[in-house]
T-cell receptor, first 110, second 112 residues
């Protein structure tokens, strides 16, 4: 089965700085690479995703980059704001089945 | 356009009991996946339903079973509850040929 690792497990940045979270996966058949944001007590929300035929995708302050050869993809958040504080999960997979990492707690400090 | 809904919000059961959780997918979606999220962990895939059949299953015992109805809504049943079944149970809906999954608010199950 898919083995997924996220690094770092916790990340603290100053407001306005950039944050990068990396996700490493094992299943070379994975062809879909999403990132979810989960605030305390809330549902996971899809914030950005990328498919295996694309290397990078950007949506305003967030971007995802994929290195399929090395089997990792990363979430990039620029100009971080306090409302970006949450747990972020990667969930590589395909065919409607996702395998989630253990999450990264991002804290944006004023 | 209604998003994914789940009921109940919270549930308390005792060991050995059985529980049924319900999920209504986002309008227009036909596929429902169930996940278990233990405290401090990422969601773990339980199984997926499409066209009223279980299509994929994760590493969960047979005590976990499900059903999908003709209107695409779904139920998750757990028999012989164990303390370790305490978790947030999330339902996610999607279209069969699209990978994007949208989660419901979850049902918090506590087993005493």
């Amino acid at each position: 089965g898919e083995n997924v690792e996220q690094h770092p497990s916790t990340l603290s940045v100053q407001e306005g700085d950039s944050a990068v979270i990396k996700c490493t996966y094992s299943d070379s058949a994975s062809n879909y690479f999403p990132w979810y944001k989960q605030e305390l007590g809330k549902r996971p929300q899809l914030i950005i995703d990328i498919r295996s035929n694309v290397g990078e995708k950007k949506d305003q302050r967030i971007a995802v980059t994929l290195n399929k050869t090395a089997k990792h993809f990363s979430l990039h958040i620029t100009e971080t704001q306090p409302e970006d504080s949450a747990v972020y999960f990667c969930g590589p997979g395909g065919g409607n089945k996702l395998t989630f990492g253990t999450g990264t707690q991002l804290k944006v400090e004023l | 356009d209604a998003g994914v809904t789940q009921s109940p919000t919270h549930l308390i059961k005792t060991r050995g009991q059985q529980v049924t959780l319900r999920c209504s997918p986002k309008s227009g979606h036909d596929t429902v996946s169930w996940y278990q999220q233990a405290l401090g962990q990422g969601p773990q895939f339980i199984f997926q339903y499409y066209e009223e059949e279980e299509r994929q299953r994760g590493n969960f015992p047979d005590r976990f079973s499900g059903h999908q109805f003709p209107n695409y809504s779904s139920e998750l049943n757990v028999n012989a509850l164990l303390l370790g079944d305490s978790a947030l149970y999330l339902c996610a809906s999607s279209l069969a040929r699209r990978n994007e999954q949208f989660f419901g608010p979850g049902t918090r199950l506590t087993v005493l």
